[in-house]
């Protein structure tokens, strides 16, 4: 009599996947917009202020135990693992996000910068138009002060 094993494989398959895929969100998570942010206040790269921030932790604890791992480990783990972080993580934005509108700007940018730039410009572009027209009605003999 032949037994069939493959039923069990596909369900620790399917049980591997979801972990992976749940550790893969919430590294996504991390990493996104909502995630941690290197602070602009930080020492160097802002990445211990970042995590601090994010947890909500003393930026001082976090920099000591930084420090300390840093100590007993040496450059190898935590100083590249550091690095990474620093070149890896977004930096904060420059002014608090207001709405959805501007968290999608700031990801564009952060993605795509000439992309973004090219969205200013059209802006202006337009704001110019509607200012010319304005001047135009004006300044034209039609337009009377009264």
């Not at 602009?40 to 000591?64: H, K």
């Not at 590249?80 to 890896?88: D, Q, R």
Request: some cysteine.
């Amino acid at each position: 009599m032949k037994r069939h094993y493959g039923h069990r494989q596909n369900h620790k398959f399917k049980q591997y996947k979801r972990h992976y895929n749940g550790l893969r969100d919430r590294l996504e998570t991390l990493a996104s917009s909502q995630g941690i942010y290197r602070s602009r206040r930080g020492i160097f790269m802002g990445v211990c202020r970042g995590l601090a921030e994010y947890f909500n932790f003393s930026v001082f604890w976090v920099r000591i135990i930084t420090l300390v791992l840093f100590l007993f480990t040496g450059f190898w783990p935590i100083g590249v693992m550091y690095i990474v972080a620093g070149l890896l993580v977004k930096m904060e934005p420059v002014s608090p996000l207001r709405d959805e509108k501007d968290q999608e700007f700031y990801d564009s940018y952060t993605h795509s910068r000439p992309s973004a730039i090219q969205r200013i410009k059209r802006k202006f572009e337009n704001i110019e138009r509607r200012i010319q027209r304005m001047e135009h009605t004006v300044t034209s003999k039609e337009f009377d002060w009264e």
